[in-house]
């Protein structure tokens, strides 16, 4: 697997630039950051998106399977545009935002790494924590590491590296405890989440 992924890592800038772990932090200073989330029921399509996210990952270009770190989104920032319809999803029934402010994904690992197009793709190993219920889970993502690009995305006032990463999966409400009760032709028990981030790595 080691020898398999070092040539990847290599291709995306990673290995030839980076001697050591690097950590990039994905609180956007520029507020761009967020998640997407859908429930497609026969009757009604509740969408909306969710911009308080935060977190760390490391890569170590010596070990990259060994990709590690947290993705954090904060429950209160999930939004719709239904002023009633928020209330109720915030609430205890639904995520309880008060008692479990924080929806985590604690990446463990990376498996079946394959490079196109100048991207990485992998499947992304670890433990999905929502509603005080943990889940592992493994989904696809694509990652672009980008070397010395964090100046053109910040207008030149941060100096560093970029990681972009892209995930689409899909979750179920009554896995996490989140309304079971409700009726699945207005409120879909899966719900399709999309995530499109940049982390930075500035230099010291």
């Not at 080691?2 to 290599?10: G, R």
């Not at 032709?185 to 981030?197: G, P, Q, R, T």
Request: charged letters at 25%; glycine letters at 8%; a neutral charge.
């Amino acid at each position: 697997m080691k020898a398999t992924l070092l040539p990847i890592v290599s291709a995306l800038g990673i290995a030839t630039g980076f001697a050591a772990p690097q950590t990039f932090d994905f609180k956007d200073p520029k507020g761009v950051n967020h998640a997407k989330f859908t429930l497609d029921a026969p009757l009604e399509t509740i969408s909306g998106v969710a911009n308080g996210v935060s977190g760390t990952l490391t890569v170590d270009p010596e070990k990259p399977e060994a990709t590690s770190g947290t993705i954090t989104v904060d429950t209160a920032s999930l939004h719709v545009e239904n002023p009633v319809m928020k209330e109720h999803m915030l609430g205890s029934d639904w995520l309880d935002a008060t008692k479990h402010p924080k929806i985590t994904f604690t990446v463990k690992s990376l498996k079946d790494v394959k490079m196109s197009d100048g991207k990485a793709s992998a499947t992304v190993v670890g433990t999905f924590s929502l509603k005080g219920v943990d889940k592992e889970i493994s989904v696809p993502a694509t990652v672009s590491l980008l070397p010395g690009k964090l100046g053109d995305r910040t207008g030149g006032k941060m100096q560093g590296d970029l990681a972009v990463i892209r995930t689409s999966f899909t979750l179920k409400r009554s896995d996490f405890g989140i309304n079971p009760k409700a009726p699945e032709d207005k409120v879909s028990d899966e719900v399709a989440v999309s995530l499109a981030i940049a982390g930075a790595s500035p230099k010291k």
